[in-house]
Protein backbone atom coordinates (compact mmCIF):
# COMPACT_ATOMS: atom_id res chain seq x y z
CA UNK A 1 0.00 0.00 0.00
CA UNK A 2 0.85 3.32 -0.74
CA UNK A 3 2.87 4.78 1.86
CA UNK A 4 3.71 8.48 1.17
CA UNK A 5 2.45 11.34 2.61
CA UNK A 6 -0.11 14.76 0.26
CA UNK A 7 0.64 18.22 2.10
CA UNK A 8 -2.48 19.73 0.72
CA UNK A 9 -3.99 21.94 3.39
CA UNK A 10 -5.69 24.22 1.07
CA UNK A 11 -8.59 21.19 0.83
CA UNK A 12 -10.92 20.38 3.71
CA UNK A 13 -14.12 18.71 4.25
CA UNK A 14 -16.02 21.75 4.21
CA UNK A 15 -14.25 23.03 1.42
CA UNK A 16 -15.69 19.88 -0.66
CA UNK A 17 -18.74 20.61 0.91
CA UNK A 18 -19.17 24.40 -0.37
CA UNK A 19 -16.60 25.74 -2.67
CA UNK A 20 -15.71 22.54 -5.09
CA UNK A 21 -19.22 21.31 -4.64
CA UNK A 22 -20.71 25.00 -5.93
CA UNK A 23 -18.14 25.12 -8.52
CA UNK A 24 -18.75 21.67 -10.14
CA UNK A 25 -22.69 22.14 -9.74
CA UNK A 26 -22.96 18.77 -7.23
CA UNK A 27 -23.51 18.68 -3.39
CA UNK A 28 -20.97 16.39 -2.02
CA UNK A 29 -21.67 13.01 -0.73
CA UNK A 30 -25.35 13.39 -2.28
CA UNK A 31 -27.11 11.09 -4.20
CA UNK A 32 -26.28 10.48 -7.55
CA UNK A 33 -29.42 10.87 -9.51
CA UNK A 34 -30.47 12.77 -12.20
CA UNK A 35 -29.32 13.82 -15.81
CA UNK A 36 -25.14 14.54 -14.26
CA UNK A 37 -25.16 10.79 -13.31
CA UNK A 38 -24.18 8.58 -16.53
CA UNK A 39 -22.86 4.69 -15.72
CA UNK A 40 -19.62 4.34 -17.45
CA UNK A 41 -19.38 7.50 -19.36
CA UNK A 42 -16.20 7.52 -22.00
CA UNK A 43 -15.40 11.05 -20.33
CA UNK A 44 -15.78 13.41 -16.86
CA UNK A 45 -15.04 16.61 -16.50
CA UNK A 46 -13.73 18.09 -13.40
CA UNK A 47 -11.21 21.49 -12.84
CA UNK A 48 -8.31 22.66 -11.37
CA UNK A 49 -8.92 24.06 -7.53
CA UNK A 50 -7.04 26.71 -5.67
CA UNK A 51 -3.24 27.91 -6.27
CA UNK A 52 -1.50 25.00 -5.61
CA UNK A 53 -3.46 24.06 -9.05
CA UNK A 54 -5.19 20.84 -7.38
CA UNK A 55 -7.20 18.22 -10.15
CA UNK A 56 -10.34 17.81 -8.97
CA UNK A 57 -12.47 14.93 -10.68
CA UNK A 58 -16.31 14.09 -9.17
CA UNK A 59 -17.42 10.63 -9.43
CA UNK A 60 -20.72 8.83 -8.71
CA UNK A 61 -19.22 5.84 -6.11
CA UNK A 62 -20.95 2.74 -4.87
CA UNK A 63 -21.07 0.19 -2.44
CA UNK A 64 -24.21 -2.40 -1.71
CA UNK A 65 -26.00 1.11 -1.86
CA UNK A 66 -27.34 4.01 -4.35
CA UNK A 67 -24.10 5.85 -5.71
CA UNK A 68 -23.05 9.12 -3.92
CA UNK A 69 -21.07 11.71 -5.56
CA UNK A 70 -17.74 12.39 -4.03
CA UNK A 71 -14.90 14.51 -5.36
CA UNK A 72 -11.40 13.38 -5.51
CA UNK A 73 -8.05 14.78 -5.73
CA UNK A 74 -5.96 13.32 -8.53
CA UNK A 75 -2.39 12.46 -7.67
CA UNK A 76 -0.11 10.90 -9.99
CA UNK A 77 2.34 10.34 -6.95
CA UNK A 78 -0.03 8.34 -5.71
CA UNK A 79 -0.87 4.50 -6.82
CA UNK A 80 -3.96 3.93 -4.73
CA UNK A 81 -7.17 5.25 -4.32
CA UNK A 82 -8.08 6.90 -0.62
CA UNK A 83 -11.57 7.66 0.52
CA UNK A 84 -11.53 9.75 3.84
CA UNK A 85 -13.67 8.68 6.63
CA UNK A 86 -16.26 10.92 6.18
CA UNK A 87 -17.03 9.92 2.64
CA UNK A 88 -16.56 5.83 3.66
CA UNK A 89 -19.39 6.24 6.02
CA UNK A 90 -21.35 8.11 3.73
CA UNK A 91 -21.22 4.95 1.28
CA UNK A 92 -21.42 2.12 4.23
CA UNK A 93 -17.92 1.27 4.25
CA UNK A 94 -17.13 -0.32 7.32
CA UNK A 95 -13.21 -0.28 8.66
CA UNK A 96 -11.77 -3.80 8.32
CA UNK A 97 -8.69 -3.89 9.96
CA UNK A 98 -8.03 -7.65 8.49
CA UNK A 99 -8.84 -6.51 5.08
CA UNK A 100 -7.66 -3.04 4.71
CA UNK A 101 -9.05 -2.37 0.52
CA UNK A 102 -12.50 -2.61 0.06
CA UNK A 103 -14.10 -3.14 -3.93
CA UNK A 104 -15.93 -0.41 -4.91
CA UNK A 105 -17.44 1.11 -8.21
CA UNK A 106 -16.03 4.27 -8.93
CA UNK A 107 -18.27 5.40 -12.03
CA UNK A 108 -19.25 2.28 -12.80
CA UNK A 109 -15.50 0.28 -12.85
CA UNK A 110 -14.51 -1.90 -9.95
CA UNK A 111 -11.55 -0.40 -7.78
CA UNK A 112 -9.68 -1.41 -4.67
CA UNK A 113 -9.78 1.34 -2.51
CA UNK A 114 -8.46 2.19 1.01
CA UNK A 115 -9.64 4.63 4.16
CA UNK A 116 -7.06 6.97 4.61
CA UNK A 117 -5.19 6.84 7.99
CA UNK A 118 -6.27 8.90 10.44
CA UNK A 119 -2.64 10.52 10.90
CA UNK A 120 -1.76 11.12 7.21
CA UNK A 121 -1.91 14.59 5.89
CA UNK A 122 -4.90 13.93 3.40
CA UNK A 123 -6.92 11.94 5.91
CA UNK A 124 -9.55 14.91 4.81
CA UNK A 125 -9.02 14.26 1.25
CA UNK A 126 -10.44 11.27 -1.35
CA UNK A 127 -7.46 10.73 -3.48
CA UNK A 128 -7.58 9.15 -6.78
CA UNK A 129 -4.57 7.11 -7.33
CA UNK A 130 -2.77 5.96 -10.99
CA UNK A 131 -4.31 2.34 -10.66
CA UNK A 132 -7.41 3.42 -11.36
CA UNK A 133 -6.22 4.98 -14.15
CA UNK A 134 -4.10 2.70 -15.63
CA UNK A 135 -6.65 -0.67 -15.13
CA UNK A 136 -9.57 1.87 -16.68
CA UNK A 137 -7.64 3.06 -19.75
CA UNK A 138 -7.88 6.64 -18.59
CA UNK A 139 -6.44 9.22 -21.03
CA UNK A 140 -6.20 12.55 -18.15
CA UNK A 141 -6.35 15.29 -19.58
CA UNK A 142 -5.30 18.34 -16.71
CA UNK A 143 -5.44 21.59 -18.72
CA UNK A 144 -4.03 24.85 -16.49
CA UNK A 145 -4.36 27.54 -19.03
CA UNK A 146 -8.29 26.73 -19.18
CA UNK A 147 -8.35 25.20 -15.80
CA UNK A 148 -10.49 22.23 -16.81
CA UNK A 149 -9.44 18.62 -16.57
CA UNK A 150 -10.84 15.60 -17.96
CA UNK A 151 -10.49 11.90 -17.89
CA UNK A 152 -11.33 9.99 -20.79
CA UNK A 153 -11.93 6.07 -20.38
CA UNK A 154 -11.27 3.08 -22.83
CA UNK A 155 -8.19 3.38 -24.33
CA UNK A 156 -9.12 4.09 -27.61
CA UNK A 157 -7.10 7.30 -28.33
CA UNK A 158 -3.97 7.08 -30.42
CA UNK A 159 -2.11 10.28 -29.71
CA UNK A 160 0.94 9.70 -30.16
CA UNK A 161 2.93 7.03 -32.50
CA UNK A 162 5.86 5.20 -31.03
CA UNK A 163 8.64 4.58 -33.30
CA UNK A 164 11.63 2.88 -32.00
CA UNK A 165 10.71 4.42 -28.39
Not at 48 to 56: D, P, T
Not at 113 to 121: E, K
Request: aromatic content about 14%; hydrophobic content about 40%; proline content about 6%.
Amino acid sequence: MYTGDIFATDITEEILHTNIARDLGINYLSEATGDKLIHCPQMVNGYIFGKAGRSIIPFPISFNSPPRWVFFMFDTGAPQTFLTEQASKAIGVIPDPEEPGTVLDINGYLTTVFISPNNCLFAHINLLGTLFCRLNHVFAVEDYYRGTVSFHFGGKWKLVEKKGL
